[in-house]
């Protein structure tokens, strides 16, 4: 038997040998090629170059966006600098409060913080890119937002593209640009992205404590001199005006939603003035009512938590503890969108504000005065 299974094993060999001898045979004399006619490299000599490449096209389209927009920032002083400007280097900077600015108009109006220009009709110190300082007059300013407009006396100046604050997403990339801590970091760049959005931070000054709300926050390093300074997109617009940080940590930076201010603004560079509507009503929303009180429950709507004596708003009938869901049809979800839709309107205009009070709604029409 197990000679039968050898026997069958060498003619097996034998036939498999004589089988492989036919093939060469016959691909030899019919010159057949059996090499592949692509050619094969290594995955990174074909990936690599390109993707190069791209990066640094992207990074060349970026820094000119950032460059032209850095044209536009601003450093702010309350002090005026006996050099002439406030990015000398012959040491007098480090004697002033530094701020940064937004030039938004190419006649001289600049957007900032309050608490780095004062409150309207301060005076402040403004030192455009090139140097050259101006005396401004602060002609605008809302403390609960941070946010002013100065004045300054200078035409054909560059200025910054205005964005869209309400179509930012989570992750997308931004920039921070400012002037920290003296005139070797002016012009500061800084990168990250949009780490959350309607962010509401409590803040203690003065034995007061008060709620921003609505704001952006990101982790591009924003210093005490960036305060002031745009929040842009890679697109160079600017959708944030930079205003606090949490300094106990790293890479927590806020930023005030660039919609809130587009009306008074608008209305500066048309007309050369902003006569301001005053309703008198301030509102939190469902973010933010967690922080100050635990009774309200609503899911959509801003929350009355305060209203001034003898505005148009006490005397509509409007209580504290009435939650507005729309003005004029427009729906409301937070403050900033509140105090977005009044800064559009005049003094003498009438709104229609809708509330829900328990189970009762009400419509109450209010005749906007001057604040």
């Not at 032209?68 to 002439?84: A, D, N, R």
């Not at 005076?123 to 090139?130: A, D, K, R």
């Not at 100065?150 to 989570?170: E, F, Q, R, V």
């Not at 429950?297 to 148009?312: E, L, M, Q, R, W």
Request: glycine share 8%.
């Amino acid at each position: 038997m197990l000679k039968k299974i050898l026997k069958f094993l060498l003619i097996l060999i034998v036939l498999c040998a004589l089988i492989g001898f036919l093939y060469y045979c016959y691909i030899t004399y019919n010159n057949i090629n059996i090499t592949p006619e692509y050619e094969i490299k290594r995955t990174e000599s074909t990936i690599l170059s390109p993707n190069v490449e791209t990066i640094e096209e992207n990074n060349k389209t970026i820094s000119n966006v950032l460059e032209e927009v850095s044209q536009c920032v601003v450093g702010i002083s309350k002090i005026k600098s006996h050099s002439g400007s406030i990015f000398s280097s012959d040491g007098s900077f480090s004697e002033l409060g530094l701020g940064s600015g937004i030039i938004v108009s190419s006649n001289g109006y600049v957007l900032s913080n309050c608490h780095v220009t004062g409150e309207k009709l301060s005076t402040c110190y403004v030192t455009l890119e090139n140097g050259y300082t101006y005396e401004g007059t602060v002609l605008w300013s809302d403390v609960d937002l941070d946010l002013s407009i100065t004045k300054i006396d200078a035409t054909n100046l560059p200025y910054a593209t205005i964005g869209d604050s309400s179509s930012i997403k989570y992750g997308e990339n931004v920039y921070a640009i400012g002037n920290p801590i003296g005139y070797e970091f002016r012009k500061t760049i800084t990168s990250g992205i949009v780490s959350a959005t309607n962010r509401t931070i409590r803040i203690e000054e003065d034995n007061k404590v008060s709620y921003m709300t609505d704001l952006i926050q990101t982790d591009a390093s924003i210093n005490p001199g960036n305060s002031g300074g745009p929040l842009i997109t890679p697109a160079g617009d600017v959708i944030g005006v930079n205003t606090v940080k949490i300094s106990s940590a790293e890479g927590i930076g806020f930023a005030v939603p660039i919609n809130v201010v587009k009306p008074v603004i608008e209305k500066f560079v048309t007309e050369n003035k902003f006569e301001e509507a005053f309703l008198g009503v301030y509102a939190y929303d469902k973010e933010v009512i967690p922080y100050v009180a635990s009774t309200p429950n609503f899911t959509s709507g801003i929350y009355v938590v305060y209203i001034s004596d003898n505005s148009p708003a006490i005397s509509s009938g409007i209580q504290v503890g009435d939650i507005i869901t729309s003005v004029d049809n427009v729906t409301v979800n937070n403050m900033i969108e509140l105090r977005e839709y009044i800064y559009s309107k005049k003094p003498g205009d009438t709104i229609s504000i809708n509330i829900s009070r328990g189970y009762v709604t009400r419509t109450f029409e209010i005749i906007l005065t001057k604040k």
